[in-house]
């Protein structure tokens, strides 16, 4: 897969070239025995139809694909989130071992993120993007004792804007390329409160705040290809931060990889694979602390590799939307830590072009 994008970067001036509208052909009977021909000769209901699994990618990728010129775009995804059990490095630790070091740690957390999305394509080289998430979250920790003290902590709130400007690098039948740029407005809240343990009030850790506080650079870069009922992708985006916020810390740059494999089994549905490498880097700026692990610093980077299955359906009766569900899991986790680790994450959503 890297070197089939090395060779369309590496022939872009030719492949830049985004395909015009084709010609349209008075010929009726013509023109479904040339897209038969197109399709392998498979029966319509087999076709991959370029809407569902070859144009667009799995659920859970965090990513929007490019519009044609004038063409609007809505979205709506919901992000299920189970952490439990601490990790260090590739070894978990349990509660005894935490407390050794800190006053408190936490044991479970389940976060739900909902992200809303509206797209617009001014042009047929550049589609314009806005994604606003909200977060509500809640995490079990254990203080200290004796005896010890079992409390929840919860968060909720709009996190931060981001603004993406899509344009597509090449278009065509079978294969699209484009590249991303965008920004972040710091509309999340980063010093949220909440009873912790003795009834006190408290910080909540860096992990439970909304936002970052800052103004962040993204990038990305999408690839997508098909072949019959097959479609595959490669998606990589970045996440980069360069100055503190008024609090003084700086969350950590993020990064993102992650390809898939897709089978179109009628012309409303398919389903996918998809392999997803994610790393964090430490905050910078903020004073460590042995009251909470997740509130030191030096305890927040790390690397996980996710594995899931996807389903995606498309809806012509109702316009062509699209609804996907995927379901993923760790099959490797290294943590700067001791942190809470990721068990599992259902993704599903609903996007719609028009």
């Given amino acids: 897969m890297p070197a089939l994008i090395l060779c369309l970067l590496w022939h872009g001036p030719a492949a830049a070239e985004v395909d015009e509208e084709a010609s349209e052909s008075p010929d009726a009977p013509a023109a479904e025995a040339a897209a038969a021909a197109d399709s392998g000769g498979l029966p319509r209901g087999m076709r991959a139809t370029g809407v569902d699994a070859a144009r667009m990618a799995p659920i859970g990728v965090p990513t929007s694909h490019a519009l044609e010129e004038g063409e609007w775009g809505f979205s709506y995804r919901y992000e299920f989130t189970h952490f439990d059990d601490m990790r260090d490095g590739t070894r978990r630790r349990q509660t005894d071992d935490v407390l050794v070091r800190f006053d408190e740690t936490p044991r479970t957390r389940d976060l739900q993120v909902h992200t809303f999305g509206v797209s617009y394509a001014p ?50 039948n079978n294969e699209a390329l484009q590249v991303e740029f965008g920004l972040t407005a710091p509309t999340g809240k980063k010093s949220k409160r909440d009873t912790g343990a003795g009834g006190q009030s408290s910080r909540l850790s860096f992990d439970q705040q909304p936002g970052s506080g800052t103004v962040d650079i993204l990038t990305g870069a999408v690839y997508r290809g098909r072949w019959q009922t097959l479609s595959w992708g490669l998606v990589g985006r970045s996440t980069f931060r360069f100055y503190e916020n008024s609090s003084d810390y700086r969350l950590g740059h993020e990064y993102l990889l992650s390809t898939w494999l897709a089978q179109s089994w009628t012309d409303w549905m398919s389903t996918s694979l998809r392999l997803s490498w994610e790393r964090r880097e430490k905050v910078n700026g903020a004073a460590r602390t042995n009251v909470n692990p997740e509130r030191d610093p030096k305890n927040q980077a790390g690397e ?28 490797f986790q290294t943590l700067k830590g001791p942190q809470l680790e990721r068990d599992w994450q259902l993704t599903t959503g609903w996007e719609w072009d028009f």
């Fill in 123 to 172: 042009h047929r080289r550049v589609t314009l993007n806005l994604q606003l998430p909200v977060m509500t979250q809640e995490t079990n920790l254990t203080a200290q004792g004796p005896p010890r003290e079992r409390f929840e902590t919860s968060s909720s709130g709009v996190g931060d804007l981001e603004l993406r400007v899509l344009i597509p690098f090449m278009r065509k």
């Fill in 304 to 331: 996980t590799i996710d594995l899931g299955p996807g389903v995606n359906f498309r809806l012509p009766w109702l316009g062509e939307p699209r609804l996907g569900v995927e379901m993923s899991w760790p099959v």
